[in-house]
């Protein structure tokens, strides 16, 4: 706070973090004395005048206690010529030294280094909440030795494919994956979501997370440097360095409001006595009031501790959010793009129906359709991979058509895997499939065909199902007053089909990655501030050009961390309208920061005009609304999410 009113006090490497370094507390011991010291030279001022020079010398011990320091700062800023509330204090309590007024000079003193000690520590707690979650991963972990025995080390000194082994009742010290084991995990420290989830072989686990049951051991897959929690503190503190609009605003407004004020004040105290025969004590008296009074501290601290503290508000309930600017920006949207596999549906699809076109047995059509999709990481050809347990044919070449499917060489053959648009790329005909492809569709699957040449040999119907609170999360937008709309590559019925279930009805289908973002384009030309969902990958263009970028699933996901606007640590849809909540909840209180800071100076501003307001007044009206403002901007460390 010490330094944020200056010119060069609302520049970037000016924030609350640098106040924060260059204040020294205080000690309660001395900051006691040095309070009592004041108040009983103001009661001594008061009650018996004829003692005024033991009024000044417990003034001067007051001062030599708890201000010392900011009249150093001060004086040191004025040389500079950069205008910060040190150096108008300084300016302010010497000059009320100067002309008598000794009493107010120590406490204006005591009460600003009170003030200033409470501000400190709020606006530490708001910038270190989120660290208090990086304590929770352990310092150590139990690693299988080469000489199979197990011996507890730093995770620091565990390294990637070490085996840990961790107990019921442990919290898990590195990110990995289960090789022995069944457990339950409270996963609270990523995802924000204190339900337990169920883990078995294979399955990942997470820095800091809990096991909760049974004993179970894992892999490590990245080192104490590198794990989910790790890489999510280390976004949140690069976040806390984009200021949202609003802060900048701010601080290019107390860029020149301050020299204004302090020419202002200059002129308060010569103009009168000079022009009109005023008594200078007095006016140079209003003048020091004023510039107390004026500095814009409240108005600069506004906005990075609401900031801050909706940023680690945010990462406490599985939100990453990546700066002040995307906090900001959900409080201005009004609609939402979905994705529909793996951000509607659970991205885990399963084969519902099969039909057999070609007259070879049932056995060698699957056992084609999964040679081919073993090749393909997509969702739907995970699970005709699945489709064949035995021996797969080892194809000979693959071209990967993104948006269509799979095309690969076997046996002096072409066969196709995907869907209409891969067909149609193939110069396969259509027609005498077109019933069979619309009964699938009818029922909500994806229609996948194996081709040969140019002929079809096989249907089938794959259905994503849908996550269960998927229709929950878009009423729950709906009911914040924005629309919703969904981008899919599936065919149309499939599209139609799962956004009628969850209450979507603006459905574009058949879309390519680029299709996505001339969509979300289109939308933006309409004048709507638009979020695109997606799982940070496949939409990644729609991601980019959208208002605010979205991804879901991020846990332990390095892409969708790295590049989405926002990154949701679980696949919870629901957690949109809570981000969306979140920020006007923020933009609420920053709004309240400001007309408060003011507002009640703009009435302390005139008072000091009217020769109404004293020293020690000033100090409560340009501290009392810093501290006023840091208890509101905290509150967003409270903030509520709705019961699930």
């Not at 150093?72 to 040190?86: F, M, P, V």
């Not at 399963?350 to 039909?355: A, Q, V």
């Not at 948006?403 to 209409?420: C, E, F, M, P, T």
């Not at 599936?490 to 289908?509: K, P, Y």
């Amino acid at each position: 706070m010490s330094n944020c009113c200056g010119s060069s006090a609302c520049s970037s490497n000016q924030t609350a973090s640098h106040a924060l370094a260059q204040v020294s507390p205080i000690p309660y011991v001395k900051l006691s004395f040095a309070g009592g010291a004041a108040l009983l030279a103001e009661v001594i001022e008061w009650t018996l005048p004829g003692w005024g020079w033991i009024s000044l010398m417990l003034a001067l011990v007051a001062i030599a206690l708890c201000g010392t320091e900011v009249l150093k700062r001060g004086w040191l800023s004025l040389l500079k010529l950069d205008l910060t509330i040190n150096a108008l204090m300084s300016l302010a309590v010497t000059c009320a030294l100067l002309i008598g007024h000794w009493a107010e000079a120590a406490m204006v003193l005591v009460l600003f280094t009170l003030a200033e000690w409470i501000e400190e520590k709020s606006v530490e707690r708001a910038r270190h909440a989120i660290q208090s979650v990086l304590s929770l991963a352990p310092d150590t972990a139990r690693v299988l030795m080469e000489d199979g025995h197990w011996q507890s080390l730093p995770v620091t000194q565990v390294k990637i494919g070490q085996r840990v082994q961790v107990q019921p009742g442990e919290r898990i010290g590195l990110d990995g994956r289960i090789l022995k084991g069944h457990t339950f995990i409270n996963q609270a420290a990523i995802t924000g979501e204190s339900l337990a989830v169920e883990k078995q072989l294979g399955d990942s686990v997470y820095a800091g997370t809990l096991n909760e049951t049974e004993l179970f051991e894992f892999q490590v897959t990245a080192e104490a440097s590198n794990t989910t929690l790790a890489r999510i503190i280390k976004r949140v503190e690069e976040a806390q360095a984009d200021k949202a609009p609003t802060q900048r605003l701010v601080d290019q407004f107390a860029r020149i409001y301050t020299p204004i004020i302090f020419f202002i004040a200059l002129a308060t105290a010569l103009v009168p006595p000079v022009l009109f025969g005023g008594a200078f004590l007095d006016w140079l008296y209003r003048a020091l009031v004023l510039l107390v009074i004026a500095c814009p501290c409240a108005l600069v601290i506004s906005t990075p501790v609401t900031i801050v503290s909706g940023l680690a508000r945010a990462a406490r309930l599985g939100i990453l959010i990546k700066g002040g600017s995307h906090l900001e920006a959900g409080s201005r949207l009004n609609r939402v793009a979905f994705d529909k596999t793996g951000t509607l549906t659970q991205g885990q699809p399963e084969l519902r129906s099969f039909k057999n076109l070609s007259g070879m047995p049932d056995e060698d059509v699957l056992r084609l359709a999964s040679s081919i999709a073993q090749h393909s990481s997509h969702p739907v050809s995970k699970t005709l991979t699945l489709a064949h347990v035995g021996e797969r044919l080892t194809v000979e070449s693959l071209i990967a058509l993104p948006g269509q499917g799979l095309q690969v060489a076997l046996n002096s053959h072409r066969y196709g895997l995907g869907n209409d648009r891969l067909a149609h790329a193939m110069n396969v005909p259509l027609e005498a499939y077109t019933a069979d492809v619309a009964r699938i569709e009818s029922q909500g699957e994806s229609c996948v065909l194996l081709i040969e040449d140019a002929r079809v040999l096989g249907l089938f119907g794959v259905a994503d199902p849908l996550k269960p609170n998927s229709q929950e999360a878009i009423n729950a937008l709906h009911a914040l007053g924005l629309s919703t709309l969904m981008l899919s590559g599936d065919n149309l019925n499939t599209a139609r089909s799962i956004a009628q279930e969850v209450g979507i009805t603006d459905v574009q289908a058949n879309l390519m990655p680029e299709d996505k973002l001339e969509a979300i384009k289109n939308i933006m030309k309409e004048g709507h501030q638009v979020a695109m969902v997606g799982d940070g990958i496949n939409d990644a263009p729609a991601l980019a050009q959208a208002n605010l970028g979205l991804a879901m699933g991020a846990a332990g996901t390095d892409t969708a961390i790295e590049t989405a606007d926002i990154a949701l640590m679980d696949d919870d849809p629901r957690k949109i309208a809570t981000y969306i909540r979140l920020s006007r909840f923020c933009m609420r209180l920053l709004k309240q920061n400001i007309a408060l800071a003011i507002g009640i100076k703009c009435i302390f501003i005139l008072l000091a005009f009217l020769g109404q307001a004293s020293m020690w007044m000033a100090v409560f009206a340009d501290m009392g609304v810093s501290l006023l403002v840091v208890a509101n901007g905290l509150r967003a460390l409270k903030f509520k999410q709705l019961a699930s």
